[in-house]
């Protein structure tokens, strides 16, 4: 069983930069894919970034590349997100998912493990 808790969201003016967490317990973890979704109000859950177990793979939505970075600490059992160069249009509750996977994915069916999410809010 796996359960993750995010953190670091917030409120950030347009161009700042943010670093949301994920921090997860049991010690599956460390060997799952793990990736950051996020649904703005009125709109669906989307793919935002995920992380192979190792650290050794990533994949970025295109909306997001070149902007936030995706990183993990085994030895911590958490998984980040950097943003940098906030957009208004970034503002959501953003989740966190892990499941025992070989590669990063951005398929939402495979993940088994969701967090309850972090607000973060880009004003402009």
Request: glycine fraction near 12%.
């Amino acid at each position: 069983q796996v359960q993750l808790v995010e953190s670091g969201g917030g409120l950030v003016q347009a161009g700042g930069s943010l670093r949301v967490s994920c921090a997860a317990s049991g010690r599956a973890f460390r060997w799952y894919t793990t990736g950051w979704f996020r649904q703005a109000p009125g709109k669906e859950r989307e793919f935002v970034a995920a992380v192979s177990w190792n650290g050794g793979s990533t994949f970025y939505a295109d909306s997001v590349k070149g902007r936030f970075t995706i990183s993990r600490d085994n030895a911590k059992n958490t998984v980040y997100l950097q943003m940098n160069s906030l957009k208004p249009e970034d503002t959501a509750v953003y989740y966190c998912a892990a499941g025992p996977r070989n590669s990063a994915t951005p398929m939402t069916s495979e993940y088994d493990y969701w967090g309850r999410g972090t607000q973060v809010t880009v004003s402009s």
